[in-house]
């Protein structure tokens, strides 16, 4: 999981493919490994699966601040309009992504404004769709995937801009290239809102909102979900290097301006 995070990047403009059926089966085991999963709060997530009709494989758009085209599948999922909710789905939508990227699958996180009665999911009181994913085969290197990638993708801050306090953790390379894995977490109009103080073995998430990001528009607050998604990528990296640990949320966190605390991970060594 740990390649497959440094490999997966946003694909917009995909191969025209009908998917086979050994090629929907092998998506639906993944989302069936994921049914009832839960997020670090605890919060399951209801996923579904559309399969894209010709009409969208022959061009139908999805236009969110990127424009997708010839999606093969979208993959949908609902949950409560709560912070803690938000992180689950955050969480275990990035692993499904990672799945899927293992399996060669191309993939976009979509959460932006975009018509969400196309993708219908039978909305409780309270609930959300938050985002979809969008699922494919890349089309080789083209034009716009190219423009959007420097547009959007490839830059990220660097990594002493996500960790509070860097200058107390420089010399630990095993922590740096650990959460190198969370620097390269995709984030909603890549704005990366996560931030960590690393201290006496424990990791705090903190999210550092983007001032007037459109939460009014949207009804909920899309960075969270980015908390969810860094939250994954740290676990994955804490396994990959047999690091094992405790995640609580701790009751007097320090306190930093413009950032709210969301977790604490307690690490063995
Ligand atoms: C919560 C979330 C919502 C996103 N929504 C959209 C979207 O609506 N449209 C889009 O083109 N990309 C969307 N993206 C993809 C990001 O723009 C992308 O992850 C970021 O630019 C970093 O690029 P990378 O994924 O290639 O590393 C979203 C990503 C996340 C995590």
């Known amino acids: 999981m740990k390649e497959t995070i440094l490999r997966r990047k946003s694909t917009r403009v995909y191969k025209k493919h009908h998917l086979s059926q050994s090629e929907i089966s092998e998506i639906e085991k993944v ?12 919060n399951s997530i209801e996923i579904s ?15 969110t601040y990127g424009i997708l085209r010839n999606v093969s599948a979208f993959i949908k999922g609902k949950c409560q309009n709560n912070l803690e909710a938000l992180v689950d789905f955050g969480y275990v939508y990035e692993m499904i992504i990672l799945e899927l990227t293992k ?5 976009c996180w979509v959460g932006g404004t975009f018509d969400r009665k196309t993708y219908p999911i039978n909305l409780k009181e309270n609930e959300i769709l938050p985002a979809i994913l969008t699922v494919g085969y890349s089309k080789s290197i083209s034009l716009i995937n190219g423009m959007l990638k420097v547009a959007m993708s490839s830059k990220r801050l660097p990594i002493h801009d996500i960790i509070i306090n860097y ?17 390269r977490g995709p984030s909603a109009s890549n704005k990366q809102p996560w931030r960590m103080l690393i201290k006496n073995n424990m990791v705090h998430f903190y999210l550092k909102r983007t001032p007037d990001y459109p939460k ?32 609580n949320v701790i009751k007097d966190p320090e306190i930093f301006e413009e950032m709210e605390y969301i977790i604490t991970y307690e690490l063995s060594k």
């Open 31 to 42: 989302l069936d490994n994921y049914e009832g999963f839960k997020g670090p709060f605890n």
């Open 49 to 63: 699966m559309n399969i894209a009709d010709s009409m969208t494989i022959e061009g139908k758009k999805i236009n």
């Open 103 to 107: 399996k060669g699958f191309a993939t």
């Open 167 to 183: 200058a107390d953790v420089v010399t630990n390379f095993d922590m740096i290239d650990l959460l190198e894995l969370v620097r």
């Open 216 to 247: 009014i528009n949207l009804g909920f607050d899309m960075q969270i979900l980015d908390i969810g998604i860094a939250m994954s990528h740290l676990e994955i990296g804490l396994n990959s290097y047999d690091i094992a640990f405790n995640k």
